[in-house]
């Protein structure tokens, strides 16, 4: 039984450069989650995708975050021209569907990001 | 503009003690709310939810309790064992919605 798996857990990166995050969800889910969390604040919705679609942005990813699902399975999160204010714990989530009584969102054990 | 609010940062319980962590919200469409237990360093793991239909909801030694009137809800966990010290989640989320409100999270400390 393999949950949401994110890699890599850990990254330290300088200034300027780009980072990508990999997250593969549960396997039967059809929706996928990106959060973003810094110390003291819950998670910050980021995008999510029904299958292989974007169907929402928030106004947090600003035009150096892209975020693809090529195949409706796995899903990438990259940040190009990191800047220090990126540094945070960057999460994956599935779903079944919407979330509702039977349709809970499971998180990976996120991504650190570290800006430098 | 907070939808989802957890007003106390922290609570410390002893063990063997009822822990309640509370939870308000503002959105009167909100009709799945749930809670999640968050140890450093790690995502969030789903603990319990309860649908607006019912007012409580009970699995083993964590209960949800939600008062629409009010716009609250509250999660009791007896007896509170030292593995239950993390930070906890309240979420939220209304009918139609794609995604989850969270709170800002409570740090509970069990002391032995």
């Known amino acids: 039984d393999t949950g949401v798996s994110q890699d890599p857990r850990h990254k330290i990166t300088k200034r300027g450069q780009n980072v990508t995050f990999r997250c593969d969800p549960i396997?039967?889910?059809?929706?996928l989650y990106w959060y973003r969390q810094t110390l003291g604040q819950g998670p910050e919705f980021l995008t999510y995708f029904q299958n292989e679609a974007q169907l929402e942005k928030s106004r947090l990813l600003s035009d150096r975050f892209s975020a693809e699902r090529p195949k409706g399975s796995f899903s990438t999160l990259e940040i190009q021209r990191t800047e220090q204010g990126d540094s945070a714990m960057y999460l994956c989530?599935?779903?079944?569907?919407?979330?509702?009584?039977?349709?809970?969102?499971?998180f990976g054990e996120g991504s650190w990001l570290t800006v430098v | 503009d907070q939808q989802v609010k957890q007003n106390s940062p922290s609570l410390s319980v002893q063990e063997g003690r009822i822990s309640i962590l509370n939870c308000d919200y503002t959105?009167?469409?909100?009709?799945?709310f749930l809670w999640y237990k968050k140890y450093p360093a790690e995502g969030p793991t789903f603990l319990i939810s309860i649908s607006s239909i019912k007012d409580k909801n009970e699995d083993g030694r964590f209960t949800v309790f939600l008062n629409k009137s009010a716009k609250h809800l509250s999660l009791h966990i007896v007896p509170s064992q030292p593995g239950d010290s993390a930070v906890y989640f309240c979420?939220?989320?209304?009918?139609?919605?794609?995604?989850?409100?969270w709170g800002a999270g409570t740090k509970l400390i069990i002391k032995p």
């Open positions: 979420a939220a989320s209304a009918n139609s919605n794609y995604q989850l409100i």
């Open positions: 959105n009167s469409m909100f009709d799945y």
């Open positions: 396997s039967e889910h059809n929706r």
């Open positions: 989530a599935s779903s079944l569907g919407r979330p509702t009584l039977g349709n809970t969102i499971y």
